[in-house]
C-alpha cells in the first residue's frame, strides 16, 4: 500500500467537486496541450512492463505515468478514493494501488496478484503497459509481462541499491532478450537528491546488467511521488542530464520490425470462400474468386512483394507469390507484423503449421532441440514428460529427453538439476515428433519461442526459449 | 443524419502502408486479425457474441477483413434482455442480412416467461444473461466465443487474458490464468469448457473510434448526437421508453445527446453532446475526463468489483 500525497489534492478535488474542471489542476503533464483534441494524429504502438514491487513505489510509478499521460479519468480517481475513504485512509489521502488491482483479492490483501494491462498515449506514441507484480510467482509474471515488450522499466529503491529480486527480474528480461531496459532509481527524494548515493546505485546496476548480458540499459533517477525526472527534468539533480523516463519511453526504438531479415509467414489457415463471397467484394470481382485459395497469417518477418520467389516448409517446395491481401485488402506488398493472405502461383501443400518463406532461405526442420524453460505450472518437468510443443502455427508431440540444468537465478550460472520445479528457469533437452522450423532464439524471438502445453487438461506447463537446434 | 446510412470502406485499395510506417491502429489491427484467425483454426465450433454496440461491431468488421475475400465461418449471437434500443435491433438485424451471417438469439424474456429467471426489484436485466448466454453456447456446443470487451474498460478486465478459460458454469477464475507469452496463445480445454476470446482486448475507447472514422465503419445512429427525450437521474441523462420512465420529480426534457455505449435501454444513460459526425465524436472521446462505463452504466456503479463479479459468473 503506498500513499502519494503529490497526487492527493487532485483526488480530493475531484471527488468532492464537478470532475469537469479537472484538467486545469494538472501540471506537469506529458505533451498533450490543454483542451486541444489531442490523439488525433497517427502513432505508433510501444509496449513496456514495469518490475518491481510495491515497496520499490512501483503503483506509485504507474499511477504517476498514467496519471501525467491524463490515463487515469476523473471518475476512476473518485472511486478510488472513495474506497481508499472507506479503507480507512485519512482524509485527501489515497491508496495508489487501487488503480492497478483490479481483482477483490487483491484488494482485500494489498497484493498484486496477475499481470494488469494498462494504456495511455502521448502525442507521439501510444503505450501498452504490462504492469508486473514483483512478489508471488515472480517468474511467471515476468516472463508474461515481457515476452513481448520492446523495453522493461525495473524499478529500484535509492536507499536499497540492487537487492535480490532486481538481479532475478533483470536475468528473466536477459533471457528473453528484451531490447531496452530502463532502471528507475526511484525514491531519490528520501536520500535528498544526493549524487553520490545514485551513482553508486547507477554503478551497481550498470554492472549487473553488463554481467547478465542486457542489450541496452538506460539508468534514471527519479522520484515517482514527486515526479522528479518522470515527465520534466529535475531542477533538484542538476548532476543528472539524460533523458527522462517520459522521453525514454517515447524515443527508445519500438521493436524493430525486422523488416530486412528473410520473408517468414507461419500459415494459420487457408482462405477458400466456399461458404460464399464476402459482401466487402464488389460482385464484379466476385466472380474471378471462386477459386481463391489465400494463404493467411501475420508474417514474422521480412517482407513480400507479388511477384517474389517463395519456398514451403515442410516439402520445401518453390512457387510464386501471385496476390496479396493485407488485412483482407488487396496490396502489391506486405510487411513485418501485418495480418496478410497471399495466393501462390502452384498448388502447394501449405495447410496450418506450415511455413511460407523468402526461396532459398526456407529453415530447416528439426526433431530435437536444446531450450530454455521458464517453469510456469507447479507440477514440476522431469525427464520423460510427455508435453504439446506450441511454436507458430504448428502443435506437435513433444518428449522431455533429459533436464540438463537450473539457473541459479542472482548469476545466472547453470547448476545440475534433475527437474524444474515452478518459477524456475533451466535447459533441457526436448524431441518433437514432427520437424520443426526452429531458430536461435537470439537470433529470433518468434522463431525461437515454444509453448509447452499439457496433453490432458491443455495447461501451458512452461515457456521455452530455444538455445540450439539439433 | 445517420451514420447507419454511410457506405463501408472500398475494400479494395492497392497502396498498402511502407515498411516501418505502420500505426498503432494498424498493428492493433494485424493483432485483432491474427487472434481471430488463430481461434477459427484451432476451436471447432466459433461463435461471436453480437449485440449491435460499437465493440462487436468492431470485431464482426475486423472478422470480415480476416477472411475476405470469403465470408465469415461462423455465426453470431445476440443474448436479447429484451430492453433494447429499437434502432439497435434494427441495426443488428441489417448488418446480419448485409454480411450473409447466421444469427441466433438467446431471449431473456424466455426465461422469464416460463420461471427460469425472475424479474429482479430494480428492472435491470444485464445480470439476467448469464444464464441465457451459457445455454445458447451449451446448446450451439461453442467453444469458443468471441467478445469485443477491452482491457482499459474496467480493472477486472484489465487483468483478463486475450484467451481466457471458462469452466462450464462460465466461470472466469481470475487467480488460475494462463500465462499468455508471445503471440502463442493456447485455448486447450477438457470438455465442457470453453474459451472466450477478446480480440480487441487491447485497443482504447479512442482506438475504437478512430479506426470506425478510418474505415467508415456503419454503426447504430444513437451513437452520434441527435435529440431526445430524456430526464435526469443519478447524473446521467436516461431516455424516456418503455424500459425507463421517470419517475417523480424527474423532469422530461429534450436534450442533443448521445450514446458512449449502448447496452440495455433500462442501464444505459447518454451524455449531452454536439458531436453528430464520427470525427467529432473522436474529437470528443480524445478530450473526455471520464471512462465510457463510469459516464453511463449504471451497472458498473454498484460496487468497486461490480465487473468482476458478474465474470466469475460467466458474464462477459
Known amino acids: 500500500m503506498s500513499t502519494d500525497p503529490s497526487l492527493t489534492r487532485e483526488t480530493e478535488s475531484a471527488s468532492r467537486d464537478s470532475v469537469s474542471d479537472r484538467r486545469s489542476r494538472d501540471a506537469g503533464s506529458f505533451s498533450r496541450s490543454e483542451g486541444a483534441p489531442a490523439l488525433l494524429g497517427d502513432t505508433t504502438l510501444f509496449r513496456f512492463a514495469t518490475a518491481g514491487s510495491v515497496d520499490d513505489g512501483k503503483s506509485t510509478l504507474v499511477g504517476r505515468l498514467l496519471h501525467d499521460a491524463k490515463a487515469i479519468l476523473a471518475d476512476q480517481l473518485e472511486q478510488v478514493a472513495r474506497t481508499s475513504a472507506d479503507r480507512g485512509f485519512a482524509h485527501g489521502e489515497f491508496d495508489f494501488a487501487l488503480l492497478t488491482d483490479g481483482l477483490r483479492a487483491e484488494r482485500e490483501q494489498g497484493i498484486t496478484i496477475d499481470v494488469a494491462y494498462r494504456y495511455f498515449a502521448t502525442d507521439a506514441r501510444s503505450f501498452i503497459l504490462a504492469d508486473c507484480p514483483g512478489h508471488v510467482q515472480y517468474t511467471r509474471n515476468m516472463v508474461t509481462g515481457s515476452a513481448t515488450a520492446d523495453a522493461v522499466v525495473v524499478l529500484i529503491d535509492a536507499r536499497k541499491g540492487v537487492v535480490e529480486q532486481t538481479r532475478r527480474h533483470l536475468a528473466v528480461v536477459s533471457l528473453l532478450r528484451v531490447p531496452h531496459v530502463i532502471v528507475a532509481v526511484n525514491k531519490i527524494d528520501l536520500t535528498g537528491f544526493d549524487e553520490a548515493r545514485y551513482r553508486a546505485v547507477e554503478e551497481q546496476a550498470l554492472a549487473v546488467a553488463a554481467e547478465l548480458g542486457l542489450i541496452d540499459t538506460h539508468v534514471i533517477p527519479v522520484s515517482a511521488l514527486e515526479g522528479d525526472n518522470i515527465v520534466d527534468p529535475s531542477a533538484r539533480t542538476p548532476w543528472y542530464d539524460g533523458p527522462t523516463l517520459r522521453e525514454l519511453l517515447e524515443t527508445l526504438p519500438a521493436r524493430q520490425a525486422e523488416e530486412d531479415a528473410a520473408f517468414r509467414l507461419p500459415v494459420q489457415t487457408v482462405i477458400r470462400p466456399q461458404g460464399g463471397i464476402s459482401a466487402l467484394v464488389d460482385d464484379a470481382e466476385a466472380d474471378d474468386l471462386r477459386d481463391y485459395r489465400g494463404f493467411a497469417g501475420r508474417v514474422a518477418s521480412g517482407s513480400v512483394r507479388v511477384g517474389d520467389r517463395v519456398q514451403v516448409f515442410p516439402g520445401g517446395h518453390e512457387t510464386t507469390v501471385t496476390g496479396i491481401r493485407v488485412a483482407g485488402r488487396v496490396a502489391e506488398a506486405a510487411h513485418t507484423a501485418q495480418s496478410i493472405a497471399v495466393t501462390l502461383a502452384d498448388e502447394v501443400d501449405a495447410a496450418r503449421g506450415a511455413l511460407i518463406a523468402t526461396a532459398g532461405t526456407v529453415p530447416s526442420g528439426h526433431q530435437e532441440a536444446e531450450v530454455e524453460i521458464f517453469q510456469l505450472d507447479v507440477r514440476p518437468i522431469a525427464p520423460g514428460a510427455r508435453v504439446l510443443a506450441k511454436h507458430g502455427t504448428a502443435t506437435v508431440q513433444a518428449i522431455v529427453a533429459e533436464v540438463l540444468s537450473r539457473r541459479d537465478l542472482d548469476t545466472l550460472a547453470l547448476e545440475d538439476a534433475a527437474e524444474l520445479a515452478v518459477n524456475e528457469i533451466g535447459r533441457v533437452r526436448i524431441r518433437f515428433a514432427s520437424p520443426l522450423p526452429l531458430e536461435p532464439y537470439a537470433d529470433d524471438r518468434e522463431g525461437g519461442a515454444l509453448l509447452l502445453i499439457h496433453p490432458v487438461d491443455g495447461a501451458t506447463l512452461a515457456a521455452a526459449t530455444v538455445v540450439a537446434a539439433a | ?316
Not at chain 2, 431526445?228 to 424516456?240: K, L, P, T, Y
Not at chain 2, 464520427?278 to 452504466?297: F, P
Request: glycine share 8%; with cysteine; proline share 5%.
Open chain 2, 1 to 316: 443524419m445517420s451514420i447507419i446510412d454511410t457506405l463501408p470502406a472500398p475494400a479494395e485499395t492497392l497502396a498498402g502502408p511502407d515498411a516501418g510506417s505502420l500505426t498503432g491502429l494498424d498493428l492493433l489491427e494485424a493483432e485483432a486479425i491474427h487472434i481471430i484467425r488463430e481461434v477459427v483454426a484451432e476451436f471447432e465450433r466459433p461463435v461471436l457474441l453480437f449485440s449491435g454496440g460499437k465493440d462487436s461491431v468492431l470485431v464482426l468488421h475486423l472478422a470480415a477483413r480476416a477472411f475476405a475475400p470469403g465470408r465469415i465461418p461462423f455465426p453470431v449471437l445476440h443474448v436479447d434482455t429484451g430492453h433494447n434500443f429499437d434502432e439497435v435491433i434494427r441495426f443488428r438485424d441489417e448488418t446480419v442480412e448485409r454480411l450473409g451471417l447466421k444469427l441466433e438469439v438467446a431471449r431473456v424474456q424466455d426465461y422469464i416467461d416460463d420461471g427460469r429467471l425472475a424479474e429482479r426489484p430494480d428492472g435491470t436485466r444485464n445480470v439476467l444473461q448469464t444464464q441465457p448466454l451459457l445455454d445458447a453456447i451449451a446448446a450451439g456446443k461453442h467453444d469458443a466465443v468471441f467478445g469485443g470487451a477491452r482491457r482499459d474498460e474496467d480493472k477486472a478486465r484489465a487483468k483478463e487474458r486475450i484467451i481466457s478459460l471458462r469452466d462450464e458454469f462460465g466461470q472466469w477464475d481470475p487467480r488460475n490464468q494462463r500465462p499468455e507469452l508471445w503471440s502463442l496463445y493456447n485455448g486447450r480445454h477438457t470438455p465442457g469448457k470453453h474459451v472466450r476470446a477478446f480480440p480487441i482486448s487491447n485497443w482504447t475507447e479512442l482506438d475504437v473510434w478512430r479506426y470506425i472514422a478510418r474505415e467508415r465503419i456503419p454503426l447504430p445512429p444513437l451513437y452520434l448526437a441527435h435529440e431526445r427525450e430524456v430526464f435526469r437521474r443519478d447524473g446521467m441523462w436516461w431516455a424516456v421508453n418503455e424500459h425507463a420512465q421517470p419517475r417523480e420529480g424527474e423532469q422530461v426534457e429534450r436534450r442533443t445527446v448521445r450514446y458512449r455505449t449502448v447496452g440495455d435501454a433500462s442501464c444505459t444513460g447518454a451524455v449531452e453532446s454536439d458531436a453528430g459526425t464520427v470525427d467529432a465524436v473522436v474529437a470528443e472521446v480524445a478530450r473526455s475526463t471520464l471512462t465510457e462505463r463510469g459516464a453511463t452504466r449504471a451497472d458498473d456503479r454498484i460496487s468497486e468489483a461490480a465487473m468482476e463479479d458478474r465474470k466469475k459468473n460467466g458474464y462477459f
